[in-house]
C-alpha cells in the first residue's frame, strides 16, 4: 500500500473518533480544554456546572487516549514501520500531522471561528472577539509546545511499533 493512502486511509479514519469526541468536548464538556481558549473568551467563562465539570473529566481523557491510540494503529499497521524505524517515524509523524490539521483547518476554523453554532459557545462568552480569531488557533498549534509533541510524539510511537512489531 502507498504511504499517503495509508495515511489518509487508515489514520484518516482512525482520526475521526477523537475529532468526533473533541467536538462532544467543545458542546458539553468545554471544561477539559478551558485553558485553551483565548484569553478573552476564559475571562468570561462562568463558572461550570457539575455536569460540565464531569464531562470535561471524561471526555479530556478519552480524547487523549483516543487520538494517542489512532496515531499508534495508523503507524502500527504501516507494514515498513516494523522494518525500518525511520519508516515508522515518518508515518507516526504523518499521523500526528493529520490531526493537527484536521483540529486546525476543521474544528477550530471551520466550526469555531466560520461556522461558530450555539452549541459551540460557552454561555456567558458570547460577546467574546477571540471566538472568531484565526490567529490564534494557528499561533497554538506553532507554539513550542505544540512543535515538541509533533516531534517527540512520534519518535515514542515509531521506538514502539519498531520495538514490538
Do not use: N
Amino acid at each position: 500500500m502507498d504511504w499517503w493512502a495509508h495515511l489518509l486511509g487508515v489514520g484518516g479514519l482512525a482520526l475521526l473518533v477523537p475529532t468526533a469526541i473533541l467536538l462532544a468536548s467543545l458542546r458539553w464538556g468545554w471544561t477539559a480544554f478551558a485553558e485553551d481558549y483565548p484569553a478573552d473568551i476564559r475571562a468570561l467563562l462562568p463558572e461550570p456546572t457539575q455536569g460540565e465539570v464531569r464531562a470535561g473529566w471524561v471526555l479530556g481523557p478519552l480524547f487523549l487516549v483516543t487520538v494517542l491510540g489512532a496515531v499508534l494503529v495508523t503507524t502500527a499497521t504501516w507494514p515498513p514501520a516494523g522494518e525500518r524505524f525511520v519508516s515508522a517515524w515518518l508515518m507516526a509523524f504523518g499521523a500526528t500531522v493529520l490531526f493537527c490539521l484536521i483540529d486546525l483547518v476543521i474544528v477550530d476554523w471551520l466550526v469555531i471561528c466560520a461556522w461558530r453554532p450555539r452549541w459551540v459557545v460557552v454561555r456567558g462568552t458570547e460577546t467574546a472577539e477571540g471566538w472568531g480569531d484565526y490567529a490564534f488557533h494557528l499561533r497554538a498549534q506553532l507554539a513550542p509546545k505544540g512543535l515538541a509533541v509533533l516531534v517527540v510524539l512520534p519518535l515514542l510511537f515509531a521506538a514502539i511499533v519498531y520495538a514490538l512489531f
